[in-house]
C-alpha cells in the first residue's frame, strides 16, 4: 500500500454466506473511488492481495486521463463464479460496500454480471452496472479498444483503417467478444484464442476466424496483439516472442511489471497503455451515476482515439514510452486533485447533494 500510495484497503468476510473478499481504494483526489468487483478463484489470499492493489491503482489512472472526477478502487471475491455464487454472498459483500459510505462504488468486472449487481443493490446504493441501469459496460469497453487500435494505426502509418489488419486476440469472453464482431464488421482478419476452447472455437465459427490454443497467440504473426483476458501477459518471455508492431487490449494491467512497457518500446511495438484504451466500461458506468443516455457515452468513448494520439505525441516528443507518457498525465491531474482537496476543495462523495433520488450522484463532466 506505501509503495503505490493507496489509502485504504478493506478485509471483507462472512461466514454465514462463505463470502472472503477485498476491497482496495487506491486514491480518492478526484472524486470517490469507482471500480469493478471481480470474482475468481485465487489460489491465495496472497495473489488476491496482489490482484486488487494493482487493479485499483489501475482504476485510479484510467479514471484520471479519461477525465473523469473519480478516483480509483476495486473490489476481489475469492471464489469460482461457476460454482460459488449466491444471493446471500453478494448481499454480504453489499453490505460491506455501505459501510464505505459512498466512497466506494462497485460495478461488474470478470466472473461477475448485472444480475450479480442487482444483488449488492438489495443492500447499498453504491453500485452501478445493474440489469436496470445502463447494464453491461462489456460492449463499451470493446468500443473504447477499437478506436485505441485505430489511434495507434494512425500514428505509425497515417491511416487509421483496420481493413486487411490481422489482429490476434487473446480472450473471448465477454469484451473480447464483442471487440471481435467489431474488428470483423471493420474488414480485420482475426486469430482468437481463449482457456475456454469451445468458446474460441465457438468465435472463430461465428467470425471466420482462425483459433489457436493459448500456448500459440503469442508467437501469432499479426499487425495487432489484443490482450482481452487477465492481466500480466506481457512479461520479459512475452516481449521476445511477439510478432506484431502494436499491442492493444481491453485487459487490465497488461504489463507485468512497468519495464515491459519500455521494453517494448525499444523491441519498437507501440504498447497503447490498457488503461487509456479500455476506459469505455468506465465511462459507460460513471454515466449511470446519473441517468445513464447512450448517445452521451458514445461520444465520450470516441474521445479515447484523440486520447491515444495525444499519448503517442507527447511521448514521441518527450522520448518517453507511451505508458510513461500516460502516467505522466494521470499523475499530473492527480496531483492537481490532491492539491485542491488540500485546499479545502474537497471532492464530493457520491449522492451528497442530492439524496432524494435513492441513488448516487455525481456530477460529471460528460
Known amino acids: ?56 491503482r489501475g482504476m485510479s489512472y484510467k479514471a484520471s486521463v479519461a477525465g473523469l472526477p473519480l478516483g480509483g478502487g476495486k473490489g476481489v471475491i475469492i471464489g469460482d463464479p461457476e460454482s460459488d455464487k449466491s444471493e446471500a454472498l453478494f448481499q454480504a459483500y453489499g453490505r460491506f460496500i455501505d459501510s464505505l459510505q459512498g466512497w466506494y462504488i462497485t460495478a461488474e468486472d470478470v466472473g461477475t454480471c448485472p444480475e450479480d449487481m442487482d444483488c449488492i443493490a438489495g443492500c447499498t446504493k453504491w453500485v452501478v452496472g445493474t440489469s436496470s441501469g445502463g447494464g453491461d459496460p462489456s460492449p463499451w469497453t470493446a468500443r473504447g479498444v477499437r478506436q485505441g487500435m ?15 489488419k490481422v489482429v490476434a486476440v487473446q480472450g473471448t469472453g465477454h469484451v473480447g467478444l464483442f471487440l471481435c464482431r467489431l474488428l470483423a464488421a471493420d474488414g480485420a ?79 519498437g511495438i507501440l504498447y497503447v497503455p490498457d488503461y487509456v484504451i479500455n476506459a469505455g466500461g468506465l465511462i459507460c458506468v460513471a454515466d449511470q451515476l446519473e441517468a445513464f443516455d447512450p448517445d452521451r457515452v458514445l461520444n465520450r468513448v470516441n474521445t479515447i482515439y484523440d486520447t491515444c494520439l495525444e499519448i503517442f505525441d507527447l511521448a514521441e516528443s518527450e522520448s518517453l514510452a507511451p505508458c510513461a507518457a500516460a502516467d505522466r498525465i494521470a499523475e499530473q491531474r492527480m496531483a492537481n486533485g490532491a492539491v485542491e482537496r488540500a485546499t479545502g476543495h474537497t471532492p464530493r462523495r457520491a449522492g451528497q447533494g442530492r439524496e432524494e433520488t435513492g441513488r448516487c450522484n455525481l456530477e460529471l463532466s460528460l
Open 1 to 56: 500500500m506505501e509503495k503505490d500510495s493507496h489509502e485504504q484497503l478493506v478485509l471483507c468476510q462472512d461466514k454465514a454466506s462463505g463470502l472472503k473478499a477485498l476491497i482496495a481504494i487506491h486514491s480518492t483526489a478526484l472524486g470517490p473511488a469507482l471500480g469493478g468487483t471481480r470474482m475468481w478463484p485465487y489460489e491465495t489470499e496472497e495473489e488476491a492481495l496482489t490482484d486488487v492493489l494493482r487493479l485499483s
Open 150 to 164: 485505430r489511434a495507434a494505426l494512425k500514428h505509425l502509418s497515417g491511416s487509421d483503417s483496420l481493413a486487411g
Open 189 to 267: 482478419r482475426l486469430v482468437v484464442t481463449d482457456i475456454n476452447r469451445q468458446r474460441a472455437e465457438q468465435a472463430a465459427s461465428e467470425l471466420g476466424a482462425t483459433a489457436v490454443s493459448p500456448e500459440e497467440i503469442l508467437d501469432t504473426s499479426c499487425d495487432i496483439f489484443a490482450p482481452c483476458a487477465l492481466g500480466a501477459v506481457i512479461d520479459d518471455e512475452a516481449v521476445n516472442r511477439l510478432r506484431c508492431s502494436i499491442v492493444a487490449g481491453a485487459a487490465n494491467n497488461v504489463l507485468a511489471e512497468d519495464r515491459h512497457g519500455h521494453l517494448l518500446a525499444e523491441q
